[in-house]
């Protein structure tokens, strides 16, 4: 049986992070650290899931092939920054946990569907909750070094 070609989305985003990725199951699966380095992708093959967790990822350009991602999982890399595109408005789920390096995320208020956000244990000093985050449920925070904590408006969570 012959391997079957991965989509050019992939092989073009694997050159660009300098990673091998695999499919994965559904993207709410895709997030636990069971699938490091894998993705899913929708019935049009655009990305909608990415595990990139525990990898030596030091930085991340989130470009429009990111733009239909429903779960990111960015977990124990060596991030430094994270910055969301407003364009990223599928985005349900995202993980950056025990990210030692990472000291700054930038959330856009454009994100009504993230219900569940894990920055816990990273560098940060600093964050501001943007307003528009309806569906946020579980929040993580614990074992940063924040200083200064902002809601736009009432905390979701």
């Not at 789920?93 to 990273?122: F, I, M, N, W």
């Amino acid at each position: 049986m012959s391997e079957q070609r991965k989509p050019d989305i992939i092989i073009t985003l694997e050159k660009k992070l300098g990673l091998q990725l695999t499919p994965g199951p559904t993207p709410d699966l895709l997030v636990r650290d069971d699938y490091a380095l894998q993705y899913a992708l929708d019935e049009k093959n655009r990305l909608i899931g990415l595990n990139l967790a525990g990898s030596a990822l030091q930085s991340l350009e989130l470009g429009s092939e990111f733009m239909q991602l429903q779960t990111l999982n960015v977990g124990r890399t060596a991030l430094h920054s994270l910055q969301i595109p407003a364009e990223m408005t599928a985005l349900r789920e995202l993980r950056a946990y025990e990210c030692k390096e990472l000291g700054k995320v930038e959330l856009p208020d454009t994100l009504k569907q993230l219900h569940y956000l894990d920055l816990s244990e990273c560098a940060l000093t600093q964050f501001q909750l943007p307003d528009g985050l309806l569906a946020l449920k579980t929040l993580y925070f614990q074992k940063n070094k924040l200083q200064n904590l902002n809601w736009v408006s009432a905390c979701p969570a």
